[in-house]
Each structure stands twice: as structure tokens, then as C-alpha cells.
């Protein structure tokens, strides 16, 4: 079975404990990704990942594909859809959606709730396939050959999901202190997309810490896994993070952490719910008021806890 990589990092990283379960079924897969999500899926064992580029056209993809697969699985319209339906793969399943209906030859008709975290989307389909998902070992962290160290902390002051996800400078500037007090390793990630908070900090903080720029972020990998405890405003960042086995503190604004978390029983979430949260957008038309009002301490408490 071929299945199509869902192309947002934080769907990748939800999606995981389905692919996990189709694997374990002991069908033959593989996954279809963005280049750059390669070494991603290649942290699950027994998994043939097929990349393509961003200039690859359906035609060419589908041509790629060949015609050794018997089965697909996508999660959502676009490029990986029209190709496995341009490659004749004969039995192409799919959440019965309009935009992707023409698509494929099986629909899934499942449905979830809107409170339901983003992982039930993944788990019911495969599900509907008569494929067990609940095993605890399909939410466990990858491997990428690195022990994390409970003394190393990261900082992810920035979000690619837009301004509207990030919290001051002046919040980020006290917890780094306050870890530093601590005697605790502290580095400082920066990424592409936000507003650069992440490099202004470890300016700021000079000598005490180390910076490093996760671009592109599935190279960043091993160095996430080498923190114990990762804390970091509401992104891909975390998601990937939680994937390697840190434990993520991720503070959250506009985004609705019982839909969006992280993976895991482990990570906390630190928010200030206000009248207009969640609204999901990128830039905020009013006063930021779901980060203007979350108090260093109410994240220091949620770090500390998870430093103990």
C-alpha cells in the first residue's frame, strides 16, 4: 500500500501512528512525500519512502510511481491524489471528501468530532480498514540514535504558523534566565518563517547559550533529540521535537491545543484562553490578547514541573 504524506509537518507527525498501524498489519508500504519529509519517514523502520520535488508535475510523479502498487491511501487533494489516480493504482482509498472524491475507487466514510484530536482523522481511517490502531507502541517516539539529557534544554521562541503564535521577546528572555539559573544547558532554535525571535534571544543572551538555525527542520532531527525538554511556541517545531522523544512545553494562542497538541501524555500545554480563541489565524486583527496576557509565571510553572 502506498500511502500519500500529508504536507504540513504537524499532520506528518499525526499521521504517524496510522502508518505505524499499517505497517504492523503486515502489509507491504510505502510513503509518498515532499523531498525535504524524507528523512522524517525514514525514522520508521520498514517504511519505503518515495520523495519528489516541488516541481514535479502529477503526470510525472504518477509516472515515478510505476506500477507495483496495489493499493493507495490519501489524506487529502492535490499532487500525490492526482498521481496514484494517473497510475491506475486499483483500489485508491480516501476520506469521502468532494475535492478528492473523483479521485478514488474506495471513499472511507468516516467522521470525527470537532474536538476530536487531529490523530483520530488518521487512526479512523485506517480503522475503517479493518486495521487495529491502539497499541501504545504506534504513539512511541523515533529513534534517531541520540539519548536526550534532562539537564539540555531548547527554546523555540519562533512559529511558522504566523505572527499571531508567538510570544514576546520579554517571556523568552526571563525563562532562559531563569533555566540558566538552574545550571541547565540552554540552545536556542530559530526557523524559518517567524519573526526572528529566536535569533534576538540568543543574541541577548550572549555567552549562556547556543544558537542554531533549524532550516530545513527534519535535518534539525538529531539536534531536537538531544533535549530533554523542549519548550517552544506553538509550530512545526515542537511536533517534530515530540517525535524524536523530547518532552514539549508548547504554549499556545490562537490554536486549539485539544485539536493540535503534540503527541504524547508527556508534553504540557500553557495558554491564556480569551473570548476570541481559538481563531486559528496566522495574524492577529486585534491586540494579541491570547499572548499579551500569558504570564511568565504561569510558563514557568508548566517548565519546572516538567524539569522535576
Not at 531548547?154 to 525563562?175: K, T, V, Y
Amino acid at each position: 500500500m502506498l500511502v500519500a504524506a500529508p504536507e504540513r509537518w504537524d499532520e506528518a507527525c499525526f499521521a504517524v501512528p496510522a502508518v505505524r498501524a499499517i505497517l504492523a498489519s503486515g502489509l507491504s508500504v510505502g510513503v509518498v512525500c515532499r523531498e525535504e519529509q524524507q528523512e522524517f519517514w525514514h525514522t520508521l523502520p520498514g517504511l519505503e519512502v518515495v520523495g519528489f520535488s516541488l516541481k514535479t508535475k502529477a503526470k510525472q510523479l504518477a509516472a515515478e510511481l510505476g506500477a507495483g502498487w496495489q493499493a493507495s491511501l490519501v489524506w487529502e487533494p492535490g499532487r500525490v491524489a492526482d498521481a496514484v489516480s494517473l497510475a491506475r493504482v486499483p483500489r485508491r482509498l480516501g476520506p469521502d471528501m468532494r475535492k478528492l472524491k473523483k479521485q478514488l475507487t474506495h471513499p472511507l466514510g468516516f467522521s470525527t468530532g470537532p474536538l476530536d484530536h487531529r490523530v483520530r482523522f488518521y487512526l479512523s481511517a485506517v480503522e475503517e480498514m479493518g486495521i487495529h490502531t491502539t497499541k501504545p507502541e504506534f504513539f512511541a517516539p523515533a529513534s534517531v540514535g541520540m539519548a536526550p539529557s534532562n539537564r539540555a534544554v531548547l527554546l523555540s521562541p519562533d512559529s511558522d504558523f504566523g505572527p499571531s503564535h508567538e510570544w514576546s521577546l520579554d517571556g523568552w528572555l526571563e525563562i532562559a534566565r531563569n533555566l540558566i539559573e538552574k545550571d541547565v544547558r540552554v540552545t536556542v532554535a530559530g526557523i524559518d518563517g517567524g519573526r526572528g525571535l529566536g535569533e534576538t534571544l540568543a543574541t541577548k543572551l550572549g555567552d549562556d547559550t547556543k544558537f542554531f538555525h533549524a532550516t530545513p527542520l527534519v535535518v534539525a532531527l538529531p539536534r531536537l533529540a538531544e533535549n530533554g525538554l523542549c519548550v517552544a511556541a506553538d509550530g512545526s517545531l515542537p511536533h517534530l521535537a515530540a517525535h524524536v522523544g523530547a518532552t514539549c512545553v508548547t504554549l499556545f494562542g490562537p490554536n486549539d491545543p485539544a485539536w493540535k497538541r503534540p503527541l504524547g501524555r508527556r508534553h504540557a500545554v500553557v495558554r491564556r484562553h480569551v473570548e476570541c480563541a481559538p481563531c486559528l489565524l496566522a495574524k492577529c486583527p486585534l491586540d494579541r490578547r491570547c499572548q499579551n496576557e500569558l504570564t511568565v509565571d504561569r510558563v514557568w510553572s508548566a517548565v519546572l514541573e516538567k524539569l522535576s
